[in-house]
């Protein structure tokens, strides 16, 4: 059972805590569980934590959206569609989804691909719909179809890696908004020379830097010290309001405007043929990094909570919202630590809250459409900048480094295949890198010579224990993989090495216990081997063969060649029969 599949035990006498596996309609759209079950008592918990959740939806969603390439108002209509789709079909009580930093440079890659950097901002919108829509039956399909072990196609290092990347590439791409101009440029090292170029030759707005950086302090010192505090709010309003004490306008800082009033009209996205290939090239990288968001975050805090997770109705959450804020010109989503962590710690205990910060957001668009005219866009800047920094993760990296080498090396792949090939080719190459990384391991798997330790019960290895004794003659020889076409060269090489020392061993004892599966290719390398060793004197032999294994072997026909009487339920049962064999007693290492 995987991480996203186990359930954790449910909070006693909670209503809301349902079955491991649901059934019938409830298991398809948990909304209607949620319904059946309300409290009434809850309202006004869920109404208080929608509102508090608001002021975080309202300027992430359109900072978002501007990391997207896309205009400030399409991250609203996004935030209020996905929650709504979420509150009916995912099956997390608090999760909040939205638009997402991780996915924000993504979708303008995509964009950039298929329209230029000159793209018309209507374009823009249509492509960034259809690409919600293809991401959303993509994750829709695939959560039908039970294939929510695709998020472990992300292994961690890889994805701390990514991570790193994407950190960087947001953090250099969002610099010239803070200080105030703009750049044009593709990939980390275009935007850097273009930033710096920028500075030097003095296109730093000296208002826009002032208040960006300040805005910036002000949201990671609260988020450091005072949690709890809603920082980017705070620096959303003391921006609003410095904008218009101090007319900033008039110095150059550009400001947010006057959004759009009401709502888009119902569109079903449509695209040309010739940009479907990198619509769905793109789609597919997102719907992995949003599914493996949402089930790591999910995994969080169910944990917590006492909530099972359900990977696959996670996916048909996440493709439901995808889909239904395509319609209204939304982008894709993904799920949010920082917004689920708000809402719980306001006291959420339903989707009920997600459904109070959509509508909360919609009132601001009907009735006061103008409330955030005057936020300076270097804010914006900042918002985005505060949480790429969230998105880093160096003591990670560091703790691989210390750990495992190799794993810390696949990380650092990761991390110079985001920033300096770009993002989308990057998750190419973190997914590319886990799917190698699982190959080298069952390609090169660790084995180890066996011996028998004083005052240690079993048999174990002679790296750890080079005092341990030996039988003469015997060799006992662990191979910790299952024997498949990729390994079984390496099992034979080192079968023979050992057949080749010098006094050579009568037996070889293989201790099949982590052996968990033979392939034909296996089979026919094992028959060889054998009859290549029994004519150097020397007889293979395997002690605690699982029985599926064991049946294989059979079937395969190997016991016509290896001895049947070779197979033994233990090694102490192999040790016994050779020392009755031979009557050598046990002997110190020299």
């Known amino acids: ?52 959740l608001t002021t975080l939806l309202v300027p992430q969603g359109m900072a978002y959206a501007e ?15 996905c929650l709504l789709a979420y509150a009916v079909f995912g099956p997390s009580r608090i999760l909040v989804l939205g638009p997402d930093s991780s996915l924000g440079p993504m979708i303008a890659a995509v964009l ?86 920028g500075v030097a030759n003095g296109e730093t707005v000296p208002a826009a830097v002032t208040i960006g950086l300040l805005g910036l302090a002000l949201i990671v010192l609260l988020q450091r010290w005072l949690p709890k505090v ?79 997770v359900r990977g696959d109705q996670e996916m048909v959450g996440i493709g439901a919202a995808n889909v239904a804020a395509s319609f209204f010109q939304g982008f894709p989503v993904s799920t949010s630590g920082s917004r689920t962590a708000v809402a719980e710690q306001s006291g959420a205990r339903t989707q009920v809250t997600g459904v109070v910060g959509a509508a909360a957001i ?25 949480a790429s920094m969230s998105l880093a993760d160096i003591p990670g990296t560091v703790r691989l480094w210390r750990q495992r080498r190799v794993e810390f090396s696949l990380s650092i792949a990761a991390f110079l ?76 090489d080192q079968i023979r090495r050992l057949a080749r020392t010098d006094p050579p061993p009568k037996w070889i004892v293989i201790a099949t216990e982590p052996i968990t599966d033979v392939d034909t290719t296996a089979a026919d390398v094992l028959t060889q081997l054998d009859e290549e060793v029994n004519a150097m004197g020397i007889s293979l032999v395997f002690a605690e063969m699982k029985t599926p294994v064991r049946t294989k072997i059979e079937r395969y026909g190997l016991t016509r060649t290896i001895n049947p009487e070779h197979f033994f339920h233990t090694i102490e049962d192999a040790v016994d029969a050779y020392r009755e064999q031979t009557g050598v007693e046990w002997t110190g290492r020299t």
């Open 1 to 52: 059972m995987t991480n996203r599949e186990r359930a954790v035990t449910p909070a006693a006498g909670d209503p809301l805590r349902g079955d491991e596996t649901p059934g019938g309609i409830t298991g398809w759209i948990p909304g209607l569980q949620v319904i059946a079950n309300y409290r009434p008592a809850w309202l006004p918990r869920d109404a208080v934590a929608g509102i508090v």
């Open 67 to 81: 990391l997207a390439g896309l205009p400030p108002i399409t991250g609203l209509y996004t935030s209020i569609f």
């Open 112 to 197: 950039l691909t298929a329209l230029g950097s000159a793209a018309d901002p209507a374009q823009a919108v249509a492509l960034g719909s259809m690409l919600a829509l293809m991401v959303g039956v993509l994750l829709v399909v695939a959560g039908i179809a039970k294939l929510g072990f695709l998020a472990d196609l992300l292994s961690r290092p890889t994805q701390i890696g990514y991570m790193n990347g994407l950190a960087l590439t947001i953090l250099i791409g969002q610099l010239p908004k803070l200080f105030g101009f703009s750049v044009d440029g593709e990939g980390l090292v275009e935007e850097t020379i273009g930033f710096v170029k």
């Open 230 to 308: 809603p920082g980017v709010l705070i620096a959303v309003v003391a921006s609003i309001v410095a904008a218009q004490v101090f007319n900033v306008a008039d110095h150059g800082v550009g400001l947010v405007g006057a959004l759009p009033q009401g709502f888009p009209p119902l569109t079903l996205p449509t695209l040309s043929w010739s940009d479907f290939g990198v619509l769905l090239g793109g789609a597919f990288g997102i719907a992995l990094v949003s599914l493996t968001d949402t089930i790591s975050t999910s995994s969080a805090f169910a944990a917590r909570s006492g909530q099972e």
């Open 362 to 386: 919609a009132l601001m668009l009907i009735l006061v459409p103008g409330l955030l005219r005057n936020l300076p866009q270097p804010i914006l800047g900042a918002v985005v900048i505060a």
């Open 417 to 492: 295949g985001v920033a300096l090939l770009g993002v989308l080719p990057g998750i190419g190459i973190a997914v590319a890198l886990s799917a190698l990384n699982v190959f080298r391991q069952a390609w090169w798997p660790y084995q180890a010579v066996l011996g028998r330790a004083e005052g240690v019960a079993g048999y174990h290895d002679l790296r750890d224990y080079p005092q341990a004794e030996h039988l003469p003659g015997l060799v006992l020889f662990r191979f910790d993989a299952p024997l498949i076409f990729a390994n079984v060269r390496v099992f034979r």
